[in-house]
């Protein structure tokens, strides 16, 4: 099986690259995003549930520096934008992603113009529409709400506390 295509959106021809991308996959055309550092198994059941949205998935990843402008911290992202990527490309309900550097994906959607954009229940719909959405209301905005036991903060803070216990 192979992995979905890759598109850095900042390189200059992403552009190019990206409407390439659309016009190979299946209408309509559903896009999120995200930082997706540790990938865990909440990400993966938003995804799926993503997918199940339209007849493709197409995933923005935030750059290094996006992820770390975004309050992540001066360590994180763990993982660099181009492996991150590759995970979720590996995933077979994705079928496009997109690395962009912007702190949201507004102009990346801007440029896209898919049918669906879809964010986690953590974002309100206000806020995406004044933000990611501003000036692109014909684009359907779906929330999907979270399982509350996934976090990747909740997911370091275990593995921290449990190698600070190992080497006392």
């Given at each position: 099986?192979?992995?979905?295509?890759?598109?850095?959106?900042?390189?200059?021809?992403?552009?190019?690259?990206?409407?390439?991308?659309?016009?190979?996959?299946?209408?309509?055309?559903?896009?999120?995003?995200?930082?997706?550092?540790?990938?865990?198994?909440?990400?993966?059941?938003?995804?799926?549930?993503?997918?199940?949205?339209?007849?493709?998935?197409?995933?923005?990843?935030?750059?290094?520096?996006?992820?770390?402008?975004?309050?992540?911290?001066?360590?994180?992202?763990?993982?660099?934008?181009?492996?991150?990527?590759?995970?979720?490309?590996?995933?077979?309900?994705?079928?496009?992603?997109?690395?962009?550097?912007?702190?949201?994906?507004?102009?990346?959607?801007?440029?896209?113009?898919?049918?669906?954009?879809?964010?986690?229940?953590?974002?309100s719909e206000a806020y995406l529409r004044n933000t990611d959405l501003a000036g692109l209301e014909h684009i359907s905005l779906k929330i999907i709400p979270l399982k509350t036991h996934y976090s990747s903060s909740n997911l370091i803070e275990k593995i921290v506390s449990a190698y600070r216990k190992e080497t006392r």
């Open positions: 099986m192979k992995n979905a295509d890759i598109v850095d959106f900042a390189q200059s021809d992403g552009l190019k690259n990206l409407l390439e991308l659309k016009g190979r996959i299946a209408p309509p055309a559903v896009f999120t995003s995200g930082v997706f550092d540790l990938v865990h198994a909440g990400h993966l059941d938003y995804l799926q549930a993503a997918r199940q949205l339209g007849g493709s998935l197409l995933v923005g990843v935030n750059s290094d520096n996006s992820a770390r402008k975004l309050a992540k911290g001066p360590s994180r992202p763990f993982n660099n934008a181009k492996d991150r990527a590759e995970l979720i490309a590996s995933l077979r309900y994705v079928d496009g992603v997109i690395i962009f550097g912007e702190d949201t994906p507004h102009q990346l959607l801007k440029e896209l113009q898919p049918e669906i954009f879809v964010k986690g229940g953590d974002y």
